[in-house]
């Protein structure tokens, strides 16, 4: 079983849809990632999380330690939001990062 | 604004050449990481430092190097290219708070 289990593994849906993507972890951790990858490789961090909730814009992303759970929102979705998005937490008993396998996202118009 | 810097976009490289992935940070972080990232298999650690001269095998080390001289530059080194090499390489920078920046990247292909 890998430690960190995104959900779903694609996703696709109407442009202003409300999204949610979930990520679960069984390891102790210092912080959750929620990352975005668009094609052509670039990566870019959204959110840094240890407890709570957390939001830019569109995007929220919430983190329940107790239930090592954590969820990326996207309200009124748009085209340019398809992108990979990864969720990735650090492990408390070193810096390495652990690498959910990313969720594809494609909204259409 | 933090930036993490690979020295190239693009490589093409022959089968048995010595390669350098160059990258260099520029937020005094004490953690740098070189991944790889393949279709399907998501991003995989290669090499970590948490210091200068300090270097820690990922999960693939096999057939990679690393090399941390100064704090802000990190480098990745494929010693005899073979095809299986052929991926998108990250670099990634990171504080002892955890947050972690990442370079544009490097395809490079090996043939």
């Known amino acids: 079983k890998n430690e960190v289990e995104q959900s779903p593994q694609n996703l696709t849906a109407q442009e202003g849809e409300f999204i949610t993507i979930n990520c679960s972890y069984s390891?102790?951790?210092?912080?959750l990632h929620w990352l975005q990858q668009h094609p052509g490789g670039g990566i870019v961090s959204l959110f840094m999380l240890s407890s709570g909730k957390k939001k830019h814009g569109r995007l929220i992303a919430t983190i329940n330690i107790q239930e090592k759970h954590s969820s990326l929102h996207i309200t009124a979705s748009h085209p340019r939001d398809s992108a990979v998005y990864i969720c990735a937490v650090g492990a408390d008993s070193n810096y390495q990062l652990i690498w959910g396998a990313g969720t594809k996202l494609i909204i259409k118009p | 604004d933090v930036k993490v810097t690979q020295s190239s976009r693009y490589l093409v490289k022959r089968t048995g050449e010595k390669v350098f992935l160059e990258c260099v940070q520029d937020m005094d972080h004490e953690n740098m990481f070189w991944y790889r990232q393949d279709p399907g298999l998501g991003l995989r650690l290669i090499y970590f430092?948490?210091?200068?001269?300090?270097?820690e095998k990922g999960d693939i080390p096999e057939g990679y190097s690393v090399s941390r001289e100064k704090k802000e530059r990190f480098s990745l080194i494929l010693e005899s290219a073979s095809t299986n090499q052929t991926s998108m390489y990250l670099c990634a920078s990171g504080s002892s708070t955890g947050r972690a920046f990442f370079g544009q990247g490097t395809r490079l292909t090996v043939v």
């Open positions: 430092s948490y210091d200068v001269k300090m270097k």
């Open positions: 390891v102790g951790i210092s912080a």
